[in-house]
């Protein structure tokens, strides 16, 4: 089991930045990657940014490259999202989640953080 809690979130203008955390706990030295991912209302849950725990290779969404970055803190098991250049498109509830070895898949998600850009 791996547990995840994020925070960060919030109300910020359009142009603005925010830093959203996941702190993962638990089964942690099972886990591959570590991924951001955001769900609007009425639209499906979409893929934002990923980083490999062994190499800390990123992957980023076409949406959100050159305004996002995610990195880690190994130390602290911690996952971070800098968002930069905030538009009212981004805003969605936040959600991280952990990819494990065992499956290849986001098996595990924290609860979501709610960031909202208004113009």
């Known amino acids: 089991q791996v547990q995840l809690v994020e925070s960060g979130g919030g109300l910020v203008q359009a142009g603005g930045s925010l830093r959203l955390s996941c702190a993962a706990s638990g089964r942690t030295s099972s886990s591959y990657a570590m991924g951001w991912f955001r769900q609007a209302p009425g639209k499906e849950r979409e893929f934002v940014a990923t980083?490999?725990?062994?190499?800390?290779?990123?992957y980023y969404a076409d949406s959100v490259k050159g305004r996002f970055t995610i990195s880690r803190d190994n130390a602290k098991n911690t996952v971070y999202l800098q968002m930069n250049n905030l538009k009212p498109e981004d805003t969605a509830v936040y959600y991280c989640?952990?990819?494990?070895?065992?499956?290849?898949?986001?098996?595990?998600w924290g609860q979501g953080t709610q960031v909202t850009v208004f113009s």
């Open positions: 989640a952990v990819k494990m070895y065992s499956t290849g898949t986001y098996d595990y």
């Open positions: 980083i490999i725990w062994s190499t800390s290779v990123t």
